[in-house]
């Protein structure tokens, strides 16, 4: 019998994200109108999407491609990123990375390093400049004894590995970052920076014939035809051999994944412009917290002068969707966390706030998966986006021609996502286990 799959939602993006407010106007592809038939359809163009798109090229040149956004690429929760393509663990703890093998550690660099080679490679492909693509690596940020002992720990571990690093004192950090609200800090040259919707903007224009991304094309439905399937929008269809769905989270509404994914939502906001002499310090540099849920923050310098970002907070919400509101109250903590960390900007008013979906599995495992014949998933960024999420999609590329590289190879080696709780079992919990985290985190 053949399978039909209906679209029960369609994603909805809250609050305005300041990387895309801040971009220059730029004419969309235009929408699917009619029918045209493709090798292999991508449904999604954020960061798994285009990698899918890029390693099919990538492994074959001629085969016609179709890329259906929901919306205007960028817009989506690709461009709600925060910008860090991060190569090592995104936990800064010696407990979350103590836990795993030497062998599991270095698989993960490992793929988060071939995810960022494949950015690297359009962006030097295309002479992107500094603003779109920095390979200029990040800091790990602690305000207390905690964090501090947790860089200490966590230094020892990259010794291990045999990875670079250089830890900061208090007195380093200050120069840093210009405040003496931070303790120590620890530098790993391995993580580049983005404009993350800039980033894959530049991306999806510079993908070309046979690959053809269509914008404000949204998947209403699909079934199969024959050994392939037919794939509906508002106003066109793509019938090709094989699909890939690369839309994280927004899977479940289509009916995959059931009590397999947890959605969390994560919040940021970003000042308006100021003087760059009211803070000291670097005007360029990003930091993810010691303690994990802790707080990111990441300094920009622009013609208009400088900006802060800030993000944390994070809330379960398995509809997919939040409120103004949630964004209202995580701005109020973006707040008292920019004020307290940089006094000399007291006063400094957010000009955008926004939140961003992730999804996560229950045992921090991708989804990339044959979910029916001809039509692979890439899901599960479990919290680090433009890594995971680029590599889900070169991996769900290959898995579609049938072409594993050493890192499709340790995909097919690694467990499958566990099931999560039924509800309100899920919810209840996930509640419970993001506030407690957040609580362990206290001020970083």
């Given at each position: ?53 890029r ?18 690429v ?34 993960d ?52 590995l ?100 947890m ?64 964004i209202?109250?995580?701005g ?10 940089f ?20 045992n ?81």
């Amino acid at each position: 019998m053949e399978q039909k799959f209906r679209a029960r939602a369609l994603p909805r993006q809250p609050g305005i994200s300041a990387w895309v407010a801040m971009l220059p106007p730029r004419t969309p592809h235009p929408a699917l109108m009619g029918r045209v038939t493709a090798d292999v359809a991508v449904v999604g163009a954020g960061f798994a999407g285009l990698a899918a798109a890029r390693r099919l090229s990538q492994l074959d040149p001629t085969l016609r491609v179709a890329v259906l956004e929901a919306g205007v690429v960028g817009e989506g929760p690709a461009g709600r990123n925060s910008g860090f393509i991060i190569d090592l663990p995104h936990e800064v703890s010696a407990e979350s990375l103590g836990s795993d093998s030497t062998d599991h550690a270095r698989r993960d660099i490992f793929k988060n390093r071939t995810a960022i080679a494949l950015a690297q490679g359009m962006a030097e492909e295309h002479a992107w400049g500094r603003e779109v693509f920095n390979p200029c690596g990040r800091y790990s940020i602690a305000r207390g004894d905690a964090g501090d002992h947790h860089l200490v720990d966590y230094a020892r571990q990259l010794t291990g590995l045999g990875e670079p690093h250089r830890l900061l004192n208090a007195a380093q950090t200050r120069a840093l970052t210009g405040t003496d609200s931070f303790s120590s800090a620890l530098f790993t040259p391995g993580t580049a920076m983005i404009q993350p919707a800039d980033f894959v903007r530049r991306f999806a224009d510079a993908l070309r014939p046979p690959v053809t991304v269509y914008e404000n094309s949204a998947v209403l439905s699909f079934e199969q035809q024959g050994s392939g399937w037919l794939i509906r929008t508002a106003k066109g269809e793509v019938a090709t051999n094989r699909m890939i769905l690369a839309v994280n989270g927004h899977a479940q509404s289509f009916g995959f994944l059931q009590r397999r994914l947890m959605h969390v939502f994560t919040y940021a906001s970003m000042t308006r412009p100021f003087d760059p002499k009211r803070l000291a310090g670097e005007r360029e540099w990003a930091a993810t917290p010691a303690l994990p849920m802790g707080t990111t923050i990441r300094r920009l310098s622009g013609p208009e002068g400088d900006r802060m970002l800030v993000r944390s907070r994070y809330t379960y919400n398995p509809s997919i969707t939040v409120g103004d509101a949630a964004i209202a109250r995580a701005g109020r903590a973006h707040d008292r966390k920019l004020a307290s960390r940089f006094p000399t900007l007291s006063g400094l008013p957010m000009e955008y706030r926004w939140a961003g979906a992730m999804a996560l599995t229950w045992n921090s495992v991708p989804v990339v998966e044959e979910a029916a014949p001809n039509l692979w998933l890439a899901a599960g960024c479990n919290g680090v986006g433009a890594t995971n999420a680029t590599a889900n999609g070169i991996v769900a590329a290959e898995r579609a021609l049938d072409q594993l590289s050493e890192l499709g190879r340790n995909f097919q080696r690694a467990a499958a996502p566990s099931a999560i709780p039924p509800e309100p079992i899920a919810t209840i919990g996930g509640k419970a286990a993001l506030a407690w985290k957040e609580w362990r985190a206290g001020d970083e």
